[in-house]
Each structure stands twice: as structure tokens, then as C-alpha cells.
């Protein structure tokens, strides 16, 4: 019974373990001094998800979407399961971030939800004017009594009842919400458990947003499911100051740990003590998200050996929200460059002889065989999403598309090549440019700028084209710090385009330190960046 693979689905996952190890810690939350300020146990938790979900069966949100709006605490863990136990639908948001409201409320508007379950402390914050023009009713689960546990009754769940949305992180006004199924779930923290060979001795540390994909299903699924305790620190502990995370792994011996790209990149740059730490215990260290950089897991680790970390930890892998999270990974950290590149390129996953992942031409959908040349990637996988909440059109272009490979199809928007049995992802599709008949992909562009820049002071870049009279044009926006000197960068970056890429960029500017749009996951968000050149913020 101890099993989870028994397990069809969250409901009975979290039965299981309640009965079995009720006592025991599941989830710790650490302070920004790296202390543990609360824990909850498995029967806790278990305790609290029916309380909760007892106040929604008795509010009739049973198969309706609801908004969680917490911050980064024992709150959000308590309400998420509570949804499922209750079969109501959780969606994960985030707090706005430079006080606009407007994603959070784009994904009400798209999801028909009514419900935001929140903390007293919390709803007062939520803006009246929301609440009032959808019509919506604020929920606060610190305040529900243990007493309701008793009230729950145990719903009847499908593998196909859908389990949650996940909201993919950007920038549009028309949101995107993955509908997971309990067997999307299922498959993908099974399938995770056993490519990273995780057991009940491992260890979780994150700070990752809990809902964004990797933090949710890595860090609050996937503890329950392979009974691994896991601390979570916020992230905004982790932005101001990422040594807060190393010294999170040295302190609790975490052995599963990761992030994207730019997590690494951050305690390169703002670590320089790396001796200090003990990170011997981190045996899997993964990378996704965004690009996976060899040189940046290059530099970490020669950075960080002295810390005892091991170049074998290094994880890279690929996923997307559209396949629950995960889709592939290798401990294989082998970069190689196209024949006609500059630009290296990280192995992200290993392709069985049954493999699902194809890679297709993207227009004429023709599934390309040849080694090094780079399509589209698409697959398919018990883990991959029926669609988008209430979007026909989107999920009709996107799932259970046909290709010479076969039906059933994600097209996953990512473009990639495979070589010697591996994946390798180069750029989202969007993100590739043609300029004078030629391609460029923004995250090589970004690549080659960031290395350029580095040393004269540039810290952060962002490659996107716009549409002139002659076709496309580059534009290359970059961030530097306080001394640097604008014109003289610009002349570096520009120089070095030439001699590269034997293209001169239609502008390059320099932004206001710190100015350049994220998206909630720590991702530059290009489309805004556009949208603010185009109007003229960067003259």
C-alpha cells in the first residue's frame, strides 16, 4: 500500500500517505536567514486539504476552476490540496508584479472563475474593483476549522478528471491554461522518479514559484509522490541574494535542487566565495526552463568543484507546461554546434529506440530523419495535456496533431535537432528571425552578446527583429551597470555582430539598469520589449 504507483490519482496519493506516515514531515519553510520557521507533516496536510476541501463541496465548486492567490507558505500547499480532495480545479497564480493585475485577471476572464481562495492578510490587498466587476467571492482557508475535516466526502475521480490549470508564464493578454489531468500527473512525477532515480532518502530544496510548472510539480507534487522532504525557501530570497540557496543545500544535505539558466548565471555572478560551501550532497542539480548554456554549466562547475559540487550532478532536461513539466533529460552534459553555427548547443534528453519526440519541419509538418538539422520539436506521451482550458481553437493547432510519425501529437513551438540519440533545443520558434534571407535564433544572439558584453559591463540582453519596409530588422537591447560607457559598448556589440555573424543590427540600445520586462519564471519577456521599442521607450 505504501506504493504510489498505486496511486491512479492525487486524491488516493494523498490517502496513502497520510495513513502511512502521518507524522512525519513532508514540507519545511525556511526564513530569509535560512531558518525553518514552519513544517507540516503528511497527516497535516492531509488534515487541512479536507477542511478545505470539505468548504468547497459545500460551496458547489465541485469541477470549477478557482484562483489560489498565496504567498510563498504552508497557505498554498494546504489550499492546492485541498482543491484536488474538494475536485474543484485550482489555479495557481501570482501576485502581480509592478502592481498590474491584468494577467492574473486575464486568466479569471479566461477560465469563468469566481472563487479566489486566499489568507486573511492577503484579501484585503485583492482590489475591490476585480472582485466586484467578475463577480467573484473571496475564500480565506487560514480561517477554516479542522472541525470540517470531518464534513469531506471522498469524490469519485477519473484518470481524465482534470486535476488543475497550470497558466503558462508570459506576457499575453489572452492567457493560456494547461488542463492537467490526475493521469497527466501520475504519469509525469512517475516518469520524473525514475529518470532521476529519486527514493525516500532524497532531499528537496527550491525556491521555485509555486505556480510555475517546475515548482509545483517538482517541489510540491513530487515530494508527496516519492516521499521526499522538501524545504522551500521564497524566491525572492533566492533574487536578492542566491548564496541563500546554496546555503539552504549545504545546511539540510539537499540532494535534488535546480532551476533554470539564469539561477546558475545568478551565483556566478553574485557568489565569490564558492570554498565556503559544502555542496557534496546535491547529486542532481537540474537545468531547464529556458536554454540550458554549457558555458554556464562550465563555469559553475569549475567554480563550484571547490565546493565539493560534481560535474555529474548537471541535469539538463526538457519540458514544457504542455507536457505536465517534464519531457526528457540526460546526465550526458555534451554540447555541440550546428555545421553552419558558431553557437554550442546542450544535449537536453536521451531518445529511446520507441522514442515519442520527433522533429518536424515546421511548415511542410515533414518529419525530418537527418542528423544536426534543426525542426520543430514534437511528441507525444500519457503525460501530455488534452488542451487548453475553454480554447478550442488554441488546443485544436497545438494537440493531437499528425505528422508522418503518426497522430496524436503535441507541437510543442520548440525548435530542436537530434544527434547521435540525443535532443538538443536551440530556441522557442517565435524566437526565430530571418534577416536579409538568413536565420538567427534570439537565444544565440543573447548568448553571443552576454559573452561579448560581460567584461565591459553589460548584464542582461534581450534579441528580437521588427518589421521595416526591406523585411526584418534586428534590434538588440542590452542592461548595464552604473558606469557603464553606453557608446562604447554599443560599439563593442556591434564590431563583434559583424565579425561573427557578418551582420550589423538594425539598433542597439542601452536600457535603464534592471528595466528589461520578466515574465513571472525569471524569463525576458521579447514580445514586451517589442512592443516598448516600437513605441519609442528606448529612444
Known amino acids: 500500500m505504501d506504493d504510489p504507483l498505486s496511486s491512479r490519482n492525487l486524491v488516493s496519493l494523498c490517502e496513502v500517505r497520510a495513513q502511512l506516515h502521518f507524522d512525519e514531515k513532508l514540507f519545511s519553510f525556511l526564513d530569509r536567514d535560512g531558518n525553518v520557521y514552519d513544517s507540516i507533516t503528511y497527516g497535516q496536510l492531509y488534515t487541512r486539504a479536507c477542511a478545505i476541501g470539505a468548504m468547497l463541496q459545500s460551496m458547489g465548486q465541485q469541477g470549477r476552476p478557482l484562483v489560489l492567490w498565496y504567498s510563498h507558505d504552508r497557505h498554498f500547499v494546504e489550499a492546492f490540496y485541498g482543491a484536488i ?127 510555475h510548472d517546475m515548482g509545483l510539480i517538482n517541489h510540491v507534487i513530487q515530494p508527496l509522490y516519492s516521499k521526499i522532504h522538501n524545504y522551500h525557501m521564497a524566491p525572492l530570497h533566492f533574487a536578492a541574494k542566491p548564496s541563500r540557496w546554496l546555503d539552504a543545500i549545504m545546511r539540510y544535505r539537499g540532494t535534488i535542487s535546480g532551476g533554470p539558466n539564469f539561477a546558475y548565471e545568478l551565483c556566478l555572478t553574485k557568489i565569490p566565495d564558492a570554498a565556503r560551501f559544502n555542496l557534496s550532497s546535491w547529486r542532481i542539480a537540474y537545468c531547464g526552463s529556458e536554454r540550458v548554456s554549457g558555458d554556464t554549466m562550465t563555469a559553475f562547475q569549475e567554480s563550484f568543484s571547490c565546493a565539493g559540487f560534481s560535474s555529474r550532478a548537471f541535469f539538463p532536461c526538457y519540458g514544457l507546461a504542455e507536457a505536465t513539466l517534464f519531457v526528457c533529460g540526460t546526465h550526458c552534459c555534451r554540447s555541440i554546434s550546428l555545421p553552419s553555427g558558431t553557437e554550442s548547443y546542450v544535449r537536453v534528453g536521451e531518445l529511446q529506440k520507441d522514442s515519442s519526440i520527433v522533429v518536424v519541419e515546421p511548415i511542410s509538418e515533414h518529419r525530418i530523419q537527418a542528423d544536426r538539422v534543426v525542426g520543430e520539436i514534437w511528441m507525444k506521451s500519457p503525460s501530455v495535456a488534452p488542451g487548453y482550458y475553454q480554447d478550442e481553437d488554441q488546443t485544436g493547432s497545438t494537440f493531437e496533431r499528425t505528422c508522418a510519425a503518426g497522430n496524436g501529437y503535441l507541437r510543442t513551438g520548440d525548435l530542436g535537432f537530434t544527434h547521435d540519440g540525443g535532443l538538443y533545443f536551440v530556441s522557442r520558434l517565435k524566437n526565430l528571425m530571418k534577416v536579409r534571407g538568413r536565420s538567427f535564433f534570439a537565444e544565440d544572439i543573447e548568448t553571443h552578446v552576454a559573452r561579448v558584453g560581460a567584461p565591459i559591463g553589460i548584464k542582461r540582453c534581450v534579441a528580437f527583429s521588427i518589421e521595416r519596409n526591406s523585411g526584418e530588422a534586428m534590434i538588440i537591447l542590452m542592461e548595464g551597470d552604473e558606469n557603464i560607457n553606453s557608446n562604447a559598448a554599443i560599439a563593442t556589440v556591434r564590431s563583434s555582430m559583424c565579425d561573427t555573424f557578418d551582420l550589423d543590427p538594425y539598433a542597439i540600445k542601452i536600457a535603464p539598469k534592471n528595466s528589461l520586462p520578466l515574465t513571472t519564471s525569471g524569463k525576458l519577456q521579447r514580445s514586451i520589449c517589442r512592443n516598448q521599442f516600437i513605441e519609442g521607450l528606448y529612444d
Open 85 to 211: 480532495l474538494g475536485s474543484a480545479i485550482p489555479m495557481p497564480m501570482t501576485k502581480p508584479r509592478g502592481g498590474s493585475w491584468i494577467q492574473l485577471e486575464s486568466a479569471i476572464v479566461a477560465s469563468g472563475a469566481r472563487v479566489v481562495l486566499t489568507v486573511s492578510s492577503m484579501a484585503a490587498h485583492f482590489p475591490a474593483k476585480l472582485r466586484v466587476q467578475h463577480n467573484l467571492r473571496i475564500e480565506c482557508t487560514d480561517v477554516v476549522g479542522l472541525a470540517h475535516a470531518s464534513e469531506w466526502v471522498r469524490p469519485d475521480i477519473y484518470p481524465e478528471d482534470t486535476a488543475f490549470i497550470q497558466y503558462t508564464s508570459g506576457s499575453t493578454s489572452k492567457p493560456k491554461g494547461v488542463t492537467i489531468t490526475h493521469a497527466n500527473i501520475m504519469h509525469n512525477v512517475a516518469l520524473v522518479r525514475r529518470c532521476l532515480a529519486l527514493t525516500s532518502r532524497d532531499v528537496g530544496v527550491s525556491w521555485l514559484p509555486f505556480f
